[in-house]
């Protein structure tokens, strides 16, 4: 095995938050940093191109590509699952929309007794990552490395918000402030028509750094564990098994899926499973990989009366290249919008404190993202239930690093699940079918016409039903006898071992993750440098 080194820190994954650690570690120039990513450099042109998401949703070589087992009550559906397999990880393939989530998700978490992640501790560090073009203000960040944009405006997604507001919803303009409520545009993470991913933020100004190693197509296999603590890495490139040994701490930021796949493949997690594998059990930790939480998405198709829809323009060569010419000259127009144009946050039921459900809206149709469009005018609509009660697992099924682990969501197995989801998609409905938007619609191609009852809409729901692709909660964090890191995210177990991405989170926030991911990055900073001084 060939030993390539020892640093003071070596992060595992350079995703949203290992991209952060990168750049906040090494710094002051005090520490050495290495960082080790599965995937390749982001030099795929569509990686840059915020609407060509949908050309590495199953690309994959910057792509896991994972899927779910069975979903019982989705009638056996697996549900693909990808996830970011390049610098910058999933911010380098996701669909840019820059939401954090409601400050009571984060006071819950302080409620939970994890010091220091109440909604007023964390907000520094949204505004310390946060370069908006709008400025700063208390709520927000206007020189920080993620640059967040307004996107550009669109005769459909405006009657939408229309729609939306006849229906009863308020209009905002900021989704991340003191009130998530309303109907309005979504911020991107994006500058001047490119994606903004978290290595175009924080990794590659950081690069030039002497103390600073990258090493790519480093696939990690297992902790490197010696006398008690974590000491360093075990990794493949090509066909040669390397180790890479930390100093100070291994910091695990390989996301919700990889990061409790590398400790169970280190001896960390559940007795029985790794017992089964035939891997020795170091320390049996029932809790890694266990309580994984995602977002699931109901969806209205409808076919347009107008030809104004990016289906129109993608019909015909002169089409696409006008697309592409339009981008590279002004870089603007259709390539340059997000998964979700606009959006609206709302309650299902009005005694709730706080919306439990978002919509995503998106002037453009097809059966599945990452697919062709239709070939007929034509725009969608997603909801999802923001704070979902069902809980799955994410188990490996052998000890080679190269084998997808077993994913179970058990999505919609939690009676309020099933509730929301349903009310969610009914009063979405209701949204697309009000005076503003009406004229555009010519049909209804999902649910359908023929989807009068709520029987009719569930069967839709098990039918069609997909993620929003934000996983998180499998290393969580706690105070409990089944948490796997405290509140400075050290694995409870072993020394010289942290955990920094989503899958630390104790409850999945409101919206989209990766604003929320990159704040873990951040803050997590903070603590891993202040325990470097005080040893």
């Not at 669909?95 to 909604?119: K, M, T």
């Not at 499998?474 to 405290?486: L, P, Y």
């Amino acid at each position: 095995m060939q030993d390539v080194g020892s640093f003071d820190f070596v992060i595992v994954g350079a995703g949203s938050a290992g991209c952060v650690l990168a750049n906040r570690l090494s710094a002051d120039g005090r520490h050495t940093v290495a960082v080790l990513e599965a995937g390749p450099e982001d030099r795929d042109l569509w990686i840059h191109i915020p609407l060509g998401y949908a050309r590495l949703f199953r690309k994959p070589r910057v792509n896991w590509m994972y899927e779910t087992a069975p979903e019982t009550e989705l009638n056996g559906r697996q549900i693909y699952q990808p996830r970011g397999k390049v610098l910058g990880g999933s911010s380098s393939i996701n669909g840019l929309v820059y939401i954090r989530g409601q400050r009571e998700d984060f006071d819950h978490w302080r409620q939970l007794g994890n010091a220091g992640w109440s909604a007023d501790e964390v907000l520094p560090y949204f505004r310390r990552a946060e370069g908006n073009v709008r400025g700063a203000d208390d709520q927000h960040g206007g020189d920080g490395p993620l640059s967040v944009s307004d996107p550009h405006t669109h005769e459909l997604t405006e009657a939408f918000i229309a729609s939306a507001v006849h229906a009863g919803l308020p209009r905002t303009r900021d989704f991340n402030g003191r009130v998530q409520e309303g109907v309005g545009y979504f911020q991107t993470t994006s500058r001047n028509g490119r994606r903004c991913s978290a290595a175009v933020a924080y990794l590659h100004p950081a690069r030039k750094r002497p103390n600073l190693a990258v090493i790519t197509e480093a696939l990690t296999d297992r902790l490197l564990i010696e006398g008690g603590r974590a000491a360093g890495v075990v990794f493949r490139r090509g066909s040669a098994e390397q180790v890479v040994r930390a100093r100070r701490e291994v910091i695990l930021s390989a996301g919700a899926y990889g990061s409790p796949a590398i400790l169970q493949r280190s001896g960390l997690g559940p007795g029985e499973l790794l017992s089964s594998l035939g891997i020795p059990v170091l320390r049996d930790l029932p809790g890694v990989g266990a309580d994984l939480q995602d977002h699931l998405q109901a969806r209205c198709v409808m076919r347009c009366t107008r030809r104004i829809t990016l289906n129109d323009m993608t019909t015909s060569l002169i089409g696409r290249v006008r697309l592409g010419l339009e981008w590279l000259l002004t870089r603007s127009g259709w390539l340059a919008i997000a998964a979700g144009h606009a959006g609206a946050f709302f309650r299902t039921d009005p005694r709730l404190a706080t919306p439990d459900v978002q919509v995503h809206f998106i002037p453009f149709s097809t059966d599945r993202m990452g697919d062709r469009l239709h070939p007929f005018p034509g725009f969608m609509a997603h909801v999802c239930q923001l704070r979902p009660e069902s809980r799955g697992t994410v188990r490996i099924t052998s000890r080679d690093p190269a084998a997808p682990p077993e994913i179970r969501m058990n999505y919609l197995s939690a009676e309020t699940d099933r509730v929301t989801l349903l009310a969610g998609l009914k009063r979405l409905r209701a949204i697309l079918h009000a005076p503003p938007l009406a004229p555009y619609i010519a049909a209804e191609v999902e649910p359908g016409a023929e989807a009068v009852d709520d029987a009719a809409l569930m069967a839709h729901i098990r039918a069609r039903a997909s993620t929003v692709y934000h996983p998180t909660s499998t290393c969580r964090m706690g105070q409990d006898a089944r948490a796997v890191v405290d509140e400075r995210l050290r694995v409870r177990a072993m020394a010289g071992l942290r955990v920094v991405d989503c899958s630390i989170m104790p409850t999945l926030v409101s919206g989209n993750t990766n604003a929320a991911a990159i704040m873990i990055g951040e803050k997590a900073s903070d603590m891993i440098l202040e325990d470097a001084r005080t040893g």
